[in-house]
């Protein structure tokens, strides 16, 4: 590798993020409302807990999507989302394991002392429509990088999973 090449993933819609939210508002006015002529029974209060919990979980998704760089490096690879940051050289590189995804394949690349995974690009459907796109467009090609500029052996290929490794 003689550039530096920086990719950032594909971005889903944020109307996932707006309907939880506003899922978890509505529950608590019509939970206060309720309130003023009736007990409101214990599961109540956790499922209203719950879409708040499931709000926020998917805002935290989406700002780390939307922080997301996956940087290649002449002498190796950088990675942030916002939450975590790791630098990697490539002879620091222990293995790639490649799995099947939902949406794509996950790649875990595990270095001497410290871990990163992304996917690559997979599309969401519903009802035989696609809705969206996920993981790096460009997924493969940083894949295939990886393996060559750290110099990794095929090591395992099964059905659901494959291991390059230096040994």
Do not use: C
């Not at 608590?28 to 926020?56: M, Q």
């Not at 975590?84 to 794509?104: A, S, T």
């Amino acid at each position: 590798m003689t550039e530096t090449e920086t990719f950032t993933p594909e971005l889903l819609s944020r109307q996932g993020e707006r309907n939880a939210w506003v899922f978890a508002l509505a529950a608590t006015i019509g939970l206060v409302f309720i309130r003023t002529w009736a007990i409101v029974p214990s599961w109540v209060w956790l499922f209203v807990g719950f879409l708040y919990f499931s709000a926020l979980a998917i805002s935290l998704g989406n700002w780390m999507d939307r922080r997301t760089r996956l940087t290649l490096f002449p002498n190796g690879v950088a990675y942030e989302n916002g939450l975590r940051r790791v630098r990697l050289g490539w002879n620091e590189i222990q293995q790639i394991r490649v799995l099947p995804h939902r949406w794509g394949r996950k790649v875990d690349v595990i270095g001497k002392t410290a871990h990163f995974s992304f996917k690559t690009l997979g599309e969401v459907q519903f009802r035989g429509e696609t809705r969206g796109r996920t993981g790096f467009a460009q997924g493969d090609a940083i894949l295939d990088a990886l393996i060559r500029s750290a110099e990794l052996l095929l090591v395992t290929r099964q059905e659901s999973y494959t291991i390059y490794s230096r040994e």
